[in-house]
């Protein structure tokens, strides 16, 4: 950012340090929580799971670092679930399994029945909300614009 004083014609340069967004804040906290939770559950599934949720755990880093692979990361692993989400009707639809009815859900001592459509909709409305704080102009100010591909330099 340029200042130009109107009583002289100096030029004082005034470097404004970029903020980390609060949003992106918010979907680190998420990825962070989400990921710590899958390693808790590495060992009732497959090393996939664990080697995905290590992943994230270094995007976050990354992102934390303002590194530009972070930002790279988050963007390609925002579009995946995006896609992931949109296809979902489809993986899941088996048309031998369609007596069993609505997806019942239990959270304690609250139990709900939901139908599946009301399932996809929200996960494909949560990643269109991740696809869009990744894209976002105040989070692509929050990395550095320096070029770099390593996520462990800083």
Known sequence: MTIISSESNEVDKVTVKPRLPKRLIGLMVIYTLSSISG???????????????ILTLMMVLAIIGRQKAGLYLLRVYCLLQLLLYSLLPIIMYDPDNLVAGPTTFDFGLFQAVVPDWLIYS??????????WISFNAKVKAWFKPRMNLNIMSS
């Open 122 to 131: 929200v996960l494909i409305t949560l990643g269109i909300v991740q696809v």
């Open 39 to 53: 390693l808790m559950a590495a060992s009732s599934l497959s090393e996939l799971s664990a080697m995905l949720c």
